[in-house]
Nanobody
Framework: QVQLVESGGGLVQPGGSLRLSCAAS????????MDWYRQAPGKEREWVAR????????NYAESVKGRFTISRDNAKSTVYLEMNSLKSEDTAVYYC????????WGQGTQVTVSS
């Protein structure tokens, strides 16, 4: 059974940090690029970051570059998103998916940045 399970979200003050996890299963995770996305209330889902299968290369949306770091542990089939210097505009539900993407999404994990 193919699954994507995101976790690690929560409420954090502006300037704070969080580490999200994405546990993937049911496919050869180590052979796929993996992406993080987010969807803020009333907005379209947007791409945030990508990591290549080997973990050697990463790409980021301009809005998070320098603040977020994507990484992966292929032995654990898990992808991470380290988020620092969080801003109120980072508030969203965060999702992971492989690339090419699966035709469904996990439940996501809520990140709320507020004082």
């Amino acid at each position: 059974q193919v699954q994507l399970v995101e976790s690690g979200g929560g409420l954090v003050q502006p300037g704070g940090s969080l580490r999200l996890s994405c546990a993937a299963s049911g496919f050869a995770v180590s052979t796929y690029m993996m992406d993080w996305y987010r969807q803020a209330p009333g907005k379209e889902r947007e791409w945030v970051a990508r990591i290549f299968a080997s973990g050697s290369f990463t790409n980021y949306a301009e809005s998070v570059k320098g603040r977020f770091t994507i990484s992966r542990d292929n032995a654990k089939s898990t992808v991470y998103l380290e988020m620092n210097s969080l801003k109120s505009e980072d508030t969203a539900v965060y999702y992971c998916n492989r690339y090419p993407p699966l035709p469904f999404w996990g439940q996501g994990t809520q990140v709320t940045v507020s004082s």
